[in-house]
Each structure stands twice: as structure tokens, then as C-alpha cells.
């Protein structure tokens, strides 16, 4: 989300945009998905008419899924299957992945001036951990980071309240970027 280009950027779960070469390679314990997902057309058609199924496994899969299964309930994956099933969202949602090479590029550019204001990078200890953190840093000066506990790879569904709260002591303690003075010490 980006408030405003010269205040606040926070970087959601897909901050390994620069280390989605490792993401992406089987071979080294990288996800199968991200191949799947930038196939083109092959892919919206094997999920069209299973989004259900797309959803719940990647929902309640083992590894990088939820940590409780429970704290998604069977009506949100409904909600979330329905709401794939609407006209160009399957495009739209595998069209992320499909736009990686291209943010790569784009980001090994932008990259090279870091961020000069500060930034929150928000994991989940049983989702990508530090690595939100990890990249962040590599393209911005003050960083900030945050662990979810108890928590995998979806913090909005799993613990709302706790990312909530991280986000807006950030934005309460970080200074805007005409007045850096007022920065609150906690």
C-alpha cells in the first residue's frame, strides 16, 4: 500500500520480489506455484470452476499456509472462491506472478537509490519470517520490522488485529517527510 510517493510505502507479502529466482526454484525447496501461476492461459483453465479447491489448498497447505487452520473458516475460502469466479480475476490474480520478470527488472533499477523514507516490513513467524526485513533492506534506509507470531503466511486473515497494530504505531511514530522532527521516540 502507498500512501503518498514522497511519505510512506509498506511493503506487503510480496517483498521477495528481489529473491523470487530462489522462490521460484524447485530444486532448491522453492515453490512449485510460482511456475504454475505465470504459465498463461493453462493455468486460469485448470482452476476455472475449482477455485474452492485452489483456495482451501493454498489456504490450509503445510507449508507457508495458515498456522491454524481454523482461523480461516470454511465461508472465507467460499468467499474467496466466489470471488475468483468473477469475470478477469483469475487473469488478474495469476497475472501477479506473471509480472515478476518485469519487476525484477524494474526493481534492480529503482533499487539503486534506496528508500529514503522509513519503511515497515511485516513477516509471519511460520510464513517467510525475517524475509520481508531482509529484502526491504536491501532498498531502503530505515527500516522497521515486525514478526506476527503464531502466524503464517496470511496475517490479515489469521491475526487482524495484530497487523493492524503494527501498521498503525508505525504510522504514528514515524514523522512525515516535511516535519522529520516529529518522529515519537516509544
Given at each position: 500500500m502507498v500512501l503518498s510517493p514522497t511519505r510512506w510505502?509498506?511493503?506487503?507479502?510480496?517483498?521477495?520480489?528481489?529473491?523470487s529466482e530462489e522462490a521460484m526454484d524447485v530444486s532448491k525447496g522453492g515453490s512449485w506455484y510460482f511456475g504454475f501461476n505465470m504459465a498463461g492461459d493453462i493455468s486460469e483453465e485448470l482452476v476455472r470452476g475449482r477455485e474452492k479447491l485452489f483456495?482451501?489448498?493454498?489456504?490450509?497447505?503445510?507449508?507457508?499456509?495458515?498456522?491454524?487452520?481454523n482461523?480461516?473458516?470454511?465461508?472465507?475460502?467460499?468467499?474467496?472462491?466466489r470471488a475468483l469466479q468473477r469475470p478477469g480475476t483469475l487473469r488478474s490474480s495469476f497475472s501477479?506472478?506473471?509480472t515478476l520478470p518485469i519487476v525484477r527488472s524494474d526493481n534492480s533499477v529503482w533499487g539503486q537509490t534506496p528508500l529514503p523514507m522509513p519503511a515497515l516490513a511485516i513477516g509471519a513467524d511460520w510464513g517467510y519470517g525475517a524475509a520481508s526485513e531482509q529484502t526491504?533492506?536491501?532498498?531502503?534506509?530505515?527500516?522497521?520490522?515486525?514478526?506476527?507470531?503464531?502466524?503464517?503466511?496470511?496475517?490479515?486473515?489469521?491475526?487482524?488485529?495484530?497487523?493492524?497494530?503494527?501498521?498503525?504505531?508505525?504510522?504514528?511514530?514515524?514523522?512525515?517527510?516535511?516535519?522529520?522532527?516529529?518522529?515519537?521516540?516509544?
Open positions: 510505502h509498506i511493503f506487503g507479502p510480496n517483498g521477495r520480489q528481489y529473491a483456495v482451501d489448498h493454498f489456504m490450509r497447505r503445510e507449508k507457508v499456509g495458515l498456522f491454524e487452520s482461523s480461516v473458516s470454511d465461508a472465507d475460502i467460499e468467499f474467496y472462491a501477479y506472478y506473471r526491504l533492506r536491501r532498498v531502503a534506509k530505515d527500516v522497521q520490522g515486525a514478526i506476527i507470531e503464531r502466524c503464517g503466511h496470511y496475517p490479515a486473515e489469521e491475526r487482524p488485529n495484530e497487523l493492524a497494530r503494527w501498521i498503525a504505531d508505525f504510522l504514528a511514530n514515524t514523522p512525515s517527510a516535511t516535519h522529520p522532527a516529529q518522529r515519537k521516540v516509544q
